[in-house]
């Protein structure tokens, strides 16, 4: 199984930090956050990482190499002359991702999650990862029952940007920009998406507030 980092956003709510910075290398817990994935990824025995490029993503080949430094190998996934959003990019890359399933994973989350168990989850068109709602969603996204992910229903849960995604999700789309929601949506009414529900170290670095909550986190684990 191959994974994808999703690492070409803008970033537009952390700017300033943003304008100079892809979101990607920011650092929590003294290391740009693409590079505790990239650990995480390698200790769970994923040697073939690809990670798109977009804002500012000229900077990550240059503090990542080839990945060889980590024991994986890193395969890039440029989106120009603008990001693709999620599902764009991730169809764009499918060629490096091979015809099985694979992982994706959020650039922008720092999370404890055990990525080695993905590599048993039987994957019809996506597995999604679901944590409890943050303040900042505090309404959820999906409904978990039974495994099953639905569009609605009672005590929804917020989607941690960790999944499994197998490439006929994808079937019928055209290169561009296009979001993963109505994919997922799709695939839901036609009772193809799994999940399961973490309750570990989960942030979602998407603001000044929330990057701060994220290193306070860190520093506390540390003492």
């Given amino acids: 199984m191959r994974a994808m980092i999703l690492a070409a956003g803008r970033g537009e709510r952390l700017r300033p930090l943003t304008d100079r910075t892809p979101k990607p290398l920011i650092e929590v817990g003294g290391k740009p956050l693409i590079v505790h994935h990239i650990e995480a990824l390698a200790d769970a025995g994923f040697r073939e990482i690809v ?3 977009g804002h500012l993503g000229e900077q990550l080949p240059m503090v990542l190499g080839d990945g060889g430094r980590w024991g994986v190998n890193i395969h890039w996934s440029v989106e120009k002359p603008e990001p693709l959003e999620t599902g764009g990019g991730i169809f764009q890359a499918l060629p490096l991702l091979g015809p099985g399933p694979f992982l994706a994973v959020n650039g ?10 993905l590599r048993a989850v039987k994957c019809d068109h996506a597995h999604l990862v679901m944590v409890p ?3 900042h969603n505090p309404d959820g996204d999906f409904a978990l029952r039974h495994a099953r992910l639905n569009e609605d229903g009672p005590d929804k849960l917020t989607y941690s940007g960790i999944a499994v995604y197998h490439p006929r999700l994808f079937e019928g789309c055209s290169p561009g920009k296009f979001s993963m929601v109505p994919l997922l949506r799709r695939a839901m009414r036609e009772h193809f998406v799994t999940g399961e529900r973490y309750d570990g170290p ?7 507030e929330r990057l701060e909550q994220a290193r306070r986190a860190e520093l506390s684990a540390d003492e």
């Fill in 108 to 117: 922008d989350i720092r999370t404890g999650y055990a990525f080695a168990r």
């Fill in 202 to 208: 989960w942030n979602d670095i998407g603001s000044p």
């Fill in 51 to 53: 990670i798109n490029q």
């Fill in 133 to 135: 709602n943050p303040e």
